[in-house]
T-cell receptor, first 114, second 115 residues
Framework: AQKITQTQPGMFVQEKEAVTLDCTYD???????LFWYKQPSSGEMIFLIY??????QNATEGRYSLNFQKARKSANLVISASQLGDSAMYFC???????????FGAGTRLFVKA | GAVVSQHPSRVICKSGTSVKIECRSL??????MFWYRQFPKKSLMLMAT?????????EQGVEKDKFLINHASLTLSTLTVTSAHPEDSSFYIC???????????FGPGTRLTVT
C-alpha cells in the first residue's frame, strides 16, 4: 500500500532563514510522482513543486526545492529565505504515473516569525 | 495555469436538506475530477473519482447514496450531499486533471455547515 508520512505537525522558522519540511513515502511502484502543496488559511491548495521518480535532478521552483533521495524514499521540501507569507499548511503528496489517485500526507503547519 | 472554480464557497443548510456543490474547469477539459473532504487541521481525504459520462468511483467508507456525484460534462462535476447532518459539516475540495498532465488543479473549496 502507498503511504506518505510527514512527521512534523508544526515548524517554526525565522523570517529570511531556510526551512526543511520532511516527507517520506512508501510505494512498491517504480514510476511515481511526488508533489508539495501549500494551503493557506483561505483553504485553497496551491501547487508548489513536482518531482518524478525518474528525474535525476532535484526539482526547483524559485525559493522551493525538493531534496529527493530515492533510496531513502524521502522528498523533503526546502524553502529558502522564508517570508511571512509562507506561513501555511504544507502537504506532501504522491501519485503513481499513469494512475489517477493522489494520496496526501498529514501535513506540516509552518509558522514564519518576524 | 488551469483554473478550477467551485460554487458556492460557503453554504449553511439545515439538517435533513440536500446541498449541491459545483466544480468547474474554466479553461480546459477535465477528463477526471476528484472530490476531497478535509476536516479541520487534517489532511485531504479522497472521497471519489469522477470520470465524465460514467459512474463515480467511491473510496471505501464513503456512502455513495449520501454523496451523489455527477460528471455531466468535461467541465462540470457536482457533489450533492443528501439529507445532510451536522457531521457532514466539512471543507469539500474538488480537483481536476487533463489528459497527460501530472498535475491536479484544485478548486478553492466549499465550506459546508449543517445546522
Amino acid at each position: 500500500a502507498q503511504k506518505i508520512t510527514q512527521t512534523q505537525p508544526g515548524m517554526f522558522v525565522q523570517e529570511k532563514e531556510a526551512v526543511t519540511l520532511d516527507c517520506t513515502y512508501d510505494t512498491s511502484d517504480q514510476s511515481y510522482g511526488l508533489f508539495w502543496y501549500k494551503q493557506p488559511s483561505s483553504g485553497e491548495m496551491i501547487f508548489l513543486i513536482y518531482q518524478g521518480s525518474y528525474d535525476e535532478q532535484n526539482a526547483t521552483e524559485g525559493r522551493y526545492s525538493l531534496n529527493f533521495q530515492k533510496a531513502r524514499k524521502s522528498a523533503n521540501l526546502v524553502i529558502s529565505a522564508s517570508q511571512l507569507g509562507d506561513s501555511a499548511m504544507y502537504f506532501c503528496a504522491m501519485k503513481n504515473t499513469g494512475g489517477f489517485k493522489t494520496i496526501f500526507g498529514a501535513g506540516t503547519r509552518l509558522f514564519v516569525k518576524a | 495555469g488551469a483554473v478550477v472554480s467551485q460554487h458556492p464557497s460557503r453554504v449553511i443548510c439545515k439538517s435533513g436538506t440536500s446541498v449541491k456543490i459545483e466544480c468547474r474547469s474554466l479553461d480546459f477539459q477535465a477528463t477526471t475530477m476528484f472530490w476531497y473532504r478535509q476536516f479541520p487541521k487534517k489532511s485531504l481525504m479522497l472521497m471519489a473519482t469522477s470520470n465524465e459520462g460514467s459512474k463515480a468511483t467511491y473510496e471505501q467508507g464513503v456512502e455513495k447514496d449520501k454523496f451523489l456525484i455527477n460528471h455531466a460534462s468535461l467541465t462540470l462535476s457536482t457533489l450533492t450531499v443528501t439529507s445532510a447532518h451536522p457531521e457532514d459539516s466539512s471543507f469539500y475540495i474538488c480537483s481536476a486533471i487533463r489528459d497527460s498532465s501530472y498535475e491536479q488543479y484544485f478548486g478553492p473549496g466549499t465550506r459546508l455547515t449543517v445546522t
